[in-house]
């Protein structure tokens, strides 16, 4: 399936992924297909969402681009839907999100945070940033402005990476909390569900990004080598010191914010022509999963949608590394007590998390 509107409209997924290949090569022969408006889509998505770059570990070759995960077509099932469905923003909500850095207080947190500043300097390294790409790092996480802009790919590359990486912690904490909770015969307070549901959530940030590109074999080897060395990295350190791992996460997601509001500023500074380009068409899976409403489906409104997500992402970690972690419910999903009705925290609008006395009382 090649995710566009048209396409589906106008036959089945699978033909849609036929259609694409036939349509690529014969892209690169032409610049369009006249009179044919779904090619015309498709060669906009392709022309659109594959930019070449001198260093964007992408090894394969257009005429080689292909859907990962087409949707399976089975005799009975027509559609999946997500386990998780989005709980959706306000326009307000999502243009209230702003890059911000909670100071380190704690020995943990100064290792937390350390550790993301090393991780950011790698993410820099490996994603071929020149020194006039790179924000001020005295002020990295919050400062979104460098003197040259990132191209289309080097902007996909640094969304998948980093992506393919934030989706682990969630899965980690929500397994080791349910495990806990199996073998210690307690019960769990409402935490394992937002963890996972995180997980989720990043998973689909994940997705959706590999529908504008292919990477590469170095890519996928680096995907690959990553997520072993983390997911077991987080998972003993996790056994060790969750606060400090919720901090960790809370820091890797005041990254999130930052790159993802960097490029907020560069498309409306209308450095990411590629993207800005009327014909160029977000996948459908971005658009049902968000239930982004018809008029507001542009790449600008997509990268709103993840920032905020991430900014969700930032305050609830925040705020789990504030609380007695054995304890404490989860504040995000509590009911509270009379008086005290509608004052569920909004982790979005908190960059840098409740403190305990002001969510557990
Ligand atoms: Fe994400
Ligand atoms: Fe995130």
């Given at each position: 399936?090649?995710?566009t ?5 106008l ?6 992924a036929q ?10 022969a ?14 906009a998505?392709?022309?659109s ?6 260093r964007?570990?992408s ?8 859907d ?9 099932i027509?559609?999946?839907p ?5 709980h959706?923003y306000?326009?307000?909500e ?25 991780c950011?300097w ?13 924000v ?11 003197s040259?802009p990132?191209t ?7 969304f998948v ?7 682990v912690?969630?899965?980690v904490?929500?397994?080791l ?6 073998r210690?015969?307690k019960r769990?307070?409402?935490?394992i ?9 990043e ?7 590999m ?7 170095v ?14 990295a ?13 901090r ?5 997601e ?18 990411l022509?590629?993207?800005t380009?009327?014909k160029?068409?977000?996948p459908?899976?971005?658009?049902r999963?968000?239930n ?5 489906r542009t790449?600008r ?8 997500d991430e ?10 590394g ?8 989860n ?10 009705e509608?004052?569920r925290?909004?982790?979005?609008l ?7 006395e002001?969510?557990i009382?």
């Amino acid at each position: 399936m090649l995710s566009t509107r048209a396409t589906t409209k106008l036959c089945s997924p699978k033909q849609a992924a036929q259609l694409g290949r036939v349509v690529l090569p014969l892209h690169r022969a032409t610049s369009s297909i006249p009179g044919c408006p779904a090619a015309l889509r498709i060669t906009a998505v392709y022309t659109s969402q594959h930019p070449s770059s001198s260093r964007s570990f992408s090894t394969t070759t257009p005429n080689h681009l292909k859907d990962f995960f087409p949707a399976k077509e089975t005799g009975f099932i027509r559609t999946t839907p997500p386990a998780w469905p989005h709980h959706g923003y306000t326009e307000a909500e999502m243009l209230a999100v702003e890059p911000a850095h909670r100071e380190t207080k704690t020995v943990g947190d100064w290792m937390a945070w350390k550790l993301i500043r090393l991780c950011r300097w790698g993410m820099d390294f490996v994603t071929g940033l020149t020194p006039d790409q790179q924000v001020d790092m005295k002020h990295s996480t919050t400062a979104t402005s460098a003197s040259k802009p990132l191209t289309e790919a080097q902007w996909l590359v640094r969304f998948v990476f980093l992506e393919s990486i934030a989706g682990v912690p969630g899965m980690v904490a929500g397994m080791l909390r349910h495990l806990h909770s199996l073998r210690r015969l307690k019960r769990d307070n409402g935490w394992i569900e937002t963890l996972l549901e995180e997980s989720y959530n990043e998973r689909m940030h994940l997705l959706t990004f590999m529908k504008m590109c292919e990477p590469g074999r170095v890519m996928k080897l680096l995907i690959l080598g990553a997520q072993g060395v983390f997911f077991n990295a987080m998972f003993l350190a996790y056994l060790v010191s969750p606060r400090i791992c919720h901090r960790f996460v809370g820091y890797l997601e005041e990254e999130a914010v930052h790159t993802y509001t960097r490029c907020i500023r560069e498309l409306d500074a209308g450095l990411l022509p590629k993207w800005t380009d009327e014909k160029f068409v977000i996948p459908d899976m971005a658009v049902r999963y968000w239930n982004m409403p018809e008029g507001k489906r542009t790449m600008r409104d997509l990268v709103l949608y993840i920032r905020a997500d991430e900014a969700t992402h930032r305050g609830v970690n925040h705020t789990l590394g504030n609380l007695n972690q054995k304890e404490d419910p989860n504040p995000f999903v509590s009911v509270y007590r009379d008086g005290k009705e509608g004052q569920r925290p909004v982790a979005a609008l908190k960059p840098t998390g409740y403190e305990r006395e002001e969510v557990i009382g």
